[in-house]
């Protein structure tokens, strides 16, 4: 059976924090994008992560990296105000600044070094922080406990609700003209320079401007464009507790409140697969810890813990090209799609519609895979 053709001005796949910030950024701008999404049996990282939106231990020796992430914390308060008046969904973004909490000597040295690496490599942007000391930490965050040795601060960071901005995304970029099929896996793409037709979910789709925002599903559907976007997983758990009273004003790298009273305890690393499972060793290591920082969490429950996968890049930077056989054809990702929305929706889209990516993210290009592997 044949299938009537639909056409678009883009088609972005991949309905996730990354994918849904494209698409919503292409319709805020009246284009008409078609998000064409696998559905809740895929790897999702939007709907298992951490939901900081953070600065400060991002782009050591890539001053690219940092400014990029800068911006798009500078710009997240108007992002969540705009998705607020178009769908009246709040993200829960807020900018109170936030710490990165030492328990060791050893440990604030490390970040003391790392801050002052990114003060030097920011040049014009200029990059503040403060060191403080476990005295100084206390009267920002009474509640830190006697093994806190003190903490790096930066007023650029934030946190907001992943899930709310997701559904904001989604409900922001229908409102605007876009179209959102669920349940639509890709599985191959019929690709012409600036022209892309697929189908999926039953129908047939066509535009000029193709996105893969598939998160780690943008490895398989790179070659069907000639794209390499060498991403793995890269597990992360995390530990909710029950509601409690507030006593944490601003977001850690480690542990966080959220605006119901949760707490969330998170930051861990390991290269598991594909396995998103929890395991008791990390659950108890970061349990450990946080009770460590903040005692009073010494009695709390634990609600739920739950492992995602990050989508890495082999050098952990976000991968920003378009494809030179498939001009309109683009890839965005990263691993940090939260602290990135506010960047994909307001710029990166503008680029697509633009056709063509700006000198400041010529740094993310794959060109720089290739030039590894033939070194
Ligand atoms: C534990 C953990 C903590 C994190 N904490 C933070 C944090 O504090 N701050 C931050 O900024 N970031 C954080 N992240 C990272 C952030 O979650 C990710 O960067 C972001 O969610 C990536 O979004 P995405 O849209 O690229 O991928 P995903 O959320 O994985 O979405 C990809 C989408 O593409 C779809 N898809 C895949 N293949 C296909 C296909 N062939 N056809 C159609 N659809 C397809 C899938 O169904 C899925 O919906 C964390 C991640 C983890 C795992």
Same mark, same amino acid.
């Given at each position: 059976?044949?299938?009537?053709?639909?056409?678009?001005?883009?088609?972005?796949?991949?309905?996730?924090?990354?994918?849904?910030?494209?698409?919503?950024?292409?319709?805020?701008?009246?284009?008409?994008?078609?998000?064409?999404?696998?559905?809740?049996?895929?790897?999702?990282?939007?709907?298992?992560?951490?939901?900081?939106?953070?600065?400060?231990?991002?782009?050591?020796? *890539?001053?690219?990296?940092?400014?990029?992430?800068?911006?798009?914390?500078?710009?997240?308060?108007?992002?969540?105000?705009?998705?607020?008046?178009?769908?009246?969904?709040?993200?829960?973004?807020?900018?109170?600044?936030?710490?990165?909490?030492?328990?060791?000597?050893?440990?604030?040295?490390?970040?003391?070094?790392?801050?002052?690496?990114?003060?030097?490599?920011?040049?014009?942007?200029?990059?503040?922080?403060?060191?403080?000391?476990?005295?100084?930490?206390?009267?920002?965050?009474?509640?830190?406990?006697?093994?806190?040795?003190?903490?790096?601060?930066?007023?650029?960071?934030?946190? @907001?609700?992943?899930?709310?901005?997701?559904?904001?995304?989604?409900?922001?970029?229908?409102?605007?003209?876009?179209?959102?099929?669920?349940?639509?896996?890709?599985?191959?793409?019929?690709? @012409?320079?600036?022209?892309?037709?697929?189908?999926?979910?039953?129908?047939?789709?066509?535009?000029?401007?193709?996105?893969?925002?598939?998160?780690?599903?943008?490895?398989?559907?790179?070659?069907?464009?000639?794209?390499?976007?060498?991403?793995?997983?890269?597990?992360?758990?995390?530990? *909710?507790?029950?509601?409690?009273?507030?006593?944490?004003?601003?977001?850690?790298?480690?542990?966080?409140?959220?605006?119901?009273?949760?707490?969330?305890?998170?930051?861990?690393?390991?290269?598991?697969?594909?396995?998103?499972?929890?395991?008791?060793?990390?659950?108890?290591?970061?349990?450990?810890?946080?009770?460590?920082?903040?005692?009073?969490?010494?009695?709390?429950?634990?609600?739920?813990?739950?492992?995602?996968?990050?989508?890495?890049?082999?050098?952990?930077?976000?991968?920003?090209?378009?494809?030179?056989?498939?001009?309109?054809?683009?890839?965005?990702?990263?691993?940090?799609?939260?602290?990135?929305?506010?960047?994909?929706?307001?710029?990166?889209?503008?680029?697509?519609?633009?056709?063509?990516?700006?000198?400041?993210?010529?740094?993310?290009?794959?060109?720089?895979?290739?030039?590894?592997? @033939? @070194?």
């Amino acid at each position: 059976m044949k299938h009537a053709m639909a056409e678009f001005d883009a088609i972005v796949i991949g309905g996730g924090l990354v994918g849904a910030a494209v698409a919503y950024g292409l319709a805020r701008r009246g284009q008409k994008p078609l998000v064409l999404d696998e559905g809740d049996i895929a790897h999702r990282a939007s709907r298992g992560n951490f939901g900081l939106v953070w600065v400060q231990s991002k782009g050591f020796g *890539v001053p690219e990296y940092q400014r990029w992430t800068r911006r798009s914390s500078e710009d997240w308060a108007e992002f969540s105000r705009e998705l607020l008046e178009a769908t009246g969904i709040a993200s829960g973004h807020e900018r109170p600044g936030g710490v990165t909490i030492c328990l060791t000597e050893d440990e604030l040295e490390k970040r003391r070094q790392k801050m002052a690496q990114l003060h030097l490599e920011a040049g014009e942007t200029n990059f503040e922080y403060e060191i403080l000391g476990h005295d100084e930490l206390k009267k920002l965050l009474p509640a830190i406990g006697p093994d806190v040795v003190g903490a790096t601060y930066t007023r650029y960071d934030g946190h @907001a609700n992943p899930l709310y901005t997701l559904r904001a995304l989604h409900a922001g970029l229908v409102k605007l003209g876009g179209r959102y099929v669920p349940n639509a896996r890709v599985e191959a793409i019929r690709a @012409a320079p600036n022209h892309f037709t697929i189908n999926a979910g039953g129908a047939t789709f066509a535009a000029p401007r193709l996105v893969l925002g598939a998160g780690l599903g943008n490895k398989e559907l790179g070659e069907m464009v000639g794209l390499d976007v060498p991403v793995r997983p890269v597990r992360g758990q995390i530990i *909710v507790t029950e509601r409690m009273q507030p006593f944490l004003p601003l977001p850690t790298l480690m542990i966080r409140q959220t605006v119901e009273g949760t707490i969330m305890i998170g930051e861990s690393r390991e290269e598991a697969g594909f396995d998103d499972t929890t395991s008791v060793e990390i659950v108890h290591t970061l349990a450990e810890r946080a009770v460590k920082t903040f005692p009073v969490l010494r009695h709390a429950k634990i609600v739920r813990t739950w492992g995602a996968l990050r989508v890495m890049s082999a050098d952990g930077l976000p991968v920003y090209e378009q494809s030179k056989d498939f001009p309109g054809a683009f890839v965005c990702t990263c691993h940090s799609g939260v602290t990135l929305a506010a960047a994909h929706a307001l710029h990166y889209a503008k680029y697509v519609i633009d056709g063509a990516l700006p000198p400041e993210l010529a740094r993310f290009s794959t060109r720089r895979f290739h030039v590894r592997a @033939a @070194a």
